[in-house]
């Protein structure tokens, strides 16, 4: 289950209205809209801990381990370490679409990329490419 379905589940199940939600989360109702709706996930950690804490759940549950990538390579690298986590994820994830792996050889293999991604990314800032 995706970030945006795991929301409005939780949401629904408190009845919570979105307007209540981005109030303790401290954003607005069309960022919480987004996130719901739009597939848009949060820039801060802090906001997926407000959240978990207005749902009553763990904050894990809230940030899976794509998620968590997604969010570290925004805050470490700005709007383009963002956009090349995502685009990462989504390229790895559909690399094994239709495939015969066991979900468990999947996490694995994404999360051997996800590391190369961290070393590439500090190699380049070393040798002076970022």
């Not at 954003?27 to 959240?51: H, K």
């Amino acid at each position: 289950m995706k970030f945006g379905e795991k929301l409005k589940a939780l949401r629904t199940e408190k009845r919570v209205s979105q307007e209540e939600a981005a109030r303790a989360a401290g954003i607005s109702r069309r960022a919480y809209g987004s996130y719901e709706q739009d597939g848009v996930y949060p820039r801060n950690r802090e906001i997926y801990a407000r959240l978990a804490a207005l749902f009553g759940c763990d904050v894990n549950y809230l940030l899976t381990e794509d998620e968590d990538f997604v969010a570290r390579a925004g805050e470490k690298y700005g709007s383009t370490g963002r956009r090349q986590a995502e685009a990462l994820v989504r390229e790895a994830t559909a690399l094994f679409a239709g495939g015969e792996l066991a979900d468990e050889d999947k996490d694995e293999m994404l999360r051997a990329i996800q590391e190369a991604y961290w070393i590439a990314k500090e190699k380049n800032r070393k040798y002076g490419g970022g």
